[in-house]
């Protein structure tokens, strides 16, 4: 009497061929649309939370000119561009920033410069964009008469 010889026992990639693909291709996908996401995402954050931005757009948002040209509230955009360098109480910003009202929408323009921990604007600029005027914003004077 013959004995059927047992099948040959298939390899690892026969096996999960089926699982590991989708698998694999779904990783490999995440990996570079994820991953990138997540760290621009997370700069995105770090230059919001930055002094340099939110003093700007406190002063855009408080500016009597902005908020006749955009409408009341003024509302900062998702999408802030440029840099940031910090050194102890030193540091320099060139940010753009969208910002928008019920009436419109504008382009933020700021140059910054950080000495002895406070911010300084160099320059404070929106850009209206149905109109293409511009206004140039001044931080206000400590102790002045206004």
């Known amino acids: 009497m013959q004995y059927a010889q047992p099948a040959p026992r298939r390899s690892w990639w026969h096996r999960n061929w089926k699982w590991f693909v989708p698998v694999g291709v779904f990783g490999l996908i995440l990996s570079c649309v994820g991953v990138p996401t997540l760290l621009v995402a997370s700069l995105f954050g770090v230059m919001k939370s930055s002094a340099a931005y939110t003093e700007s ?56 410069e950080k000495s002895a921990g406070q911010w300084t604007f160099a320059q404070l600029i929106v850009e209206i964009e149905s109109t293409g005027e511009t206004i140039e914003l001044h931080e206000p004077v400590l102790g002045s008469a206004e």
């Not at 000119?65 to 802030?80: I, K, M, Q």
């Not at 050194?87 to 969208?98: C, N, T, V, W």
């Open 57 to 112: 757009l406190a002063l855009v948002q408080a500016d009597p000119e902005v908020r006749e040209a955009l409408g009341s509230p003024v509302e900062a955009g998702a999408l802030v561009t440029g840099n940031i360098s910090v050194e102890g109480s030193s540091g320099r910003a060139d940010l753009a920033y969208p910002v928008s009202g019920p009436e419109g929408e504008a382009q933020v323009y700021v140059l910054a």
